[in-house]
């Protein structure tokens, strides 16, 4: 059973920068994609980055040129280096894996790591 862990969220003011680490343990044979998600209160669960396989990575237009995802492939983690933070950033941050095993292709999400962006 994957299961994947994150961490690295908090308080921060406007201005300043976060990283979160996602973490995904248990037999991996191959990842397909691998990102990270947000979901303000009242609001649905966006895309923020997301690496695909053999793909540039991929950025929603609000946070292009402030945030960056990076991949260890060795250690099948992702982060998130966000930068110049703004409130309308503030969040619960989701990571999300698609991966195979040898049989089968699975989705899931961690458990979420709030980020709170004061003004």
């Known amino acids: 059973q994957v299961q994947l862990v994150e961490s690295g969220g908090g308080l921060v003011q406007a201005g300043g920068s976060l990283t979160l680490s996602c973490a995904a343990s248990?037999?991996?044979?191959?990842?397909?994609?691998m990102g990270w998600y947000r979901q303000a209160p009242g609001k649905q669960r966006d895309m923020v980055a997301r690496i695909i396989s053999g793909a540039d990575p991929n950025y929603a237009d609000s946070v292009k040129g402030r945030f960056t995802i990076s991949k260890d492939n060795a250690k099948n983690t992702v982060y998130l280096q966000m930068n110049s933070l703004k409130p309308e950033d503030t969040a619960v941050y989701y990571c999300?894996?698609?991966?195979?095993?040898?049989?089968?292709?699975?989705?899931?999400w961690g458990q979420g790591t709030q980020v709170t962006v004061s003004s």
């Open positions: 248990g037999y991996i044979f191959s990842i397909n994609d």
């Open positions: 999300n894996l698609d991966y195979y095993t040898r049989t089968a292709r699975y989705n899931i």
